[in-house]
């Protein structure tokens, strides 16, 4: 949406862009209620330790390197630099605002009810057997996450294309679609590969979810590097700096984005198949 907003005059692009940092600001308080009811739900017993990494592991690391990629553009003497009063503002925002807001989140979500189980599970873990070598998380996330990238991989030529090459993309529309058929490919992998592991008599399944589907990003950052390679001139240890910095950032994104979705959806799924199960 901000994309799409951001395609009029100079000063409206500034405004819709500033919109779009305020609303990942604000937005930390339902990030953090969701965390903090899913942490619950899991048993989860230290909730500060987990409302502080929610509220600055991605944010931090966002954070850290925008200020390290913008210290190499301030040596270059780019007038692309973001000011140094700007960052400033922008870390106070983040510490004043956004921090405590997902605090107050993550309090509100952990002490509400947690997630209902479908059935019953036993207190003392049973033991899991050897699984096959594509079952584990390492090839797993190999062989599910191109399944994802496949989905978007022309889009991402224009992507690249009109970041990178100072081209002009209009295709919104159709960047919709795709965003759906993206989220859609994610929840199936996730799950499939879920149900195949509950099959192998394997129940730590929650983690496996997310990685798979994150497998994805990955490949968006091989896929930069071959654009790299393949269709850019850049020269320069700056440039060359600036531009895997920023491709890094979006894989670990994209790669974020579609690991979230297939934990939601492995989630929904083991919950729907156990409340079929019929105990007597």
Not at 147 to 162: C, D, K, N, Q, T
Not at 220 to 225: E, I, P, Q, R
Not at 243 to 253: E, N, Q, V
Request: one cysteine or more.
């Amino acid at each position: 949406v901000v994309s799409t907003l951001s395609t009029g005059k100079q000063w409206y692009q500034r405004r819709v862009r500033g919109a779009g940092v305020s609303l990942f600001f604000f937005f930390g308080v339902i990030g953090g209620y969701y965390s903090g009811r899913l942490y619950r739900t899991f048993k989860g017993v230290n909730w500060k330790r987990a409302a502080f990494l929610t509220s600055t592991l991605y944010p931090g690391l966002i954070s850290t390197t925008c200020f390290v990629l913008n210290f190499f553009l301030w040596h270059a003497g780019s007038s692309g630099a973001v000011p140094f009063t700007v960052m400033v503002m922008l870390l106070s925002f983040w510490v004043c605002v956004s921090l405590p807001l997902v605090f107050v989140g993550f309090f509100f979500g952990y002490r509400k009810q947690p997630f209902e189980y479908s059935v019953r599970t036993n207190k003392i873990p049973r033991p899991i057997p050897s699984q096959l070598w594509y079952m584990r998380t390492f090839p797993s996330m190999l062989l599910a996450g191109i399944l994802p990238f496949g989905a978007v991989f022309i889009e991402l030529y224009f992507i690249f294309s009109a970041i990178w090459e100072n081209q002009v993309y209009t295709l919104f529309s159709f960047l919709f679609l795709v965003y759906v058929i993206l989220v859609i490919c994610c929840a199936e992998i996730a799950v499939v590969i879920v149900y195949f592991q509950l099959c192998a008599e394997n129940y730590r399944w929650w983690w496996k979810s997310f990685f798979v589907a994150a497998g994805s990003g990955l490949y968006v950052f091989l896929y930069g590097a071959f654009f790299y390679c393949d269709k850019l001139e850049i020269v320069g240890f700056t440039s060359t700096v600036l531009y895997f910095g920023y491709t890094a950032l979006m894989s670990i994104t994209f790669g974020m984005f579609t690991g979230t979705v297939g934990f939601f959806a492995s989630f929904t799924f083991v919950r729907y198949v156990y409340s079929a199960v019929k105990i007597d």
